[in-house]
């Protein structure tokens, strides 16, 4: 059964950074992607970056590059999202995901979630 684990949420000021962790387990993950997508009050859920667990190829949404980065540690099938110059608008639930292959930047392409992990930016 797979299982995807995040933390690391938290209430920080604007301008301020937190890094988030996707555990996952229950399977083999050497050929999935792992994506963060985050879903703010009122809004729709939406991409915000992706890892290709093998290879390490990554993609982050345009409003965020330069500011989010994604990292894996494969020994501890572990993914992060790593924020900086964090922003109110940035306040969201956080979500990882994973799918088998490539990474993608739709919802609905994803197999597995986690619960989420609040991130709340007060300015």
């Known amino acids: 059964q797979v299982e995807l684990v995040e933390s690391g949420g938290g209430l920080v000021q604007a301008g301020g950074s937190l890094k988030l962790s996707c555990a996952a387990s229950g399977r083999d993950f050497s050929n999935y992607a792992v994506g963060w997508f985050r879903q703010g009050p009122g809004k729709e859920r939406e991409f915000v970056a992706a890892i290709k667990w093998d290879n390490g190829a990554t993609a982050i949404a345009d409003p965020e590059k330069g500011r989010f980065t994604i990292s894996r540690d494969g020994a501890k099938t572990l993914v992060y999202l790593g924020m900086n110059n964090l922003q109110p608008e940035d306040t969201a639930v956080y979500y990882c995901?994973?799918?088998?292959?490539?990474?993608?930047?739709?919802?609905?392409?994803?197999?597995?979630w986690g619960q989420g992990t609040q991130v709340t930016v007060s300015s």
């Open positions: 995901a994973a799918k088998p292959g490539m990474f993608s930047f739709v919802v609905d392409r994803y197999d597995f």
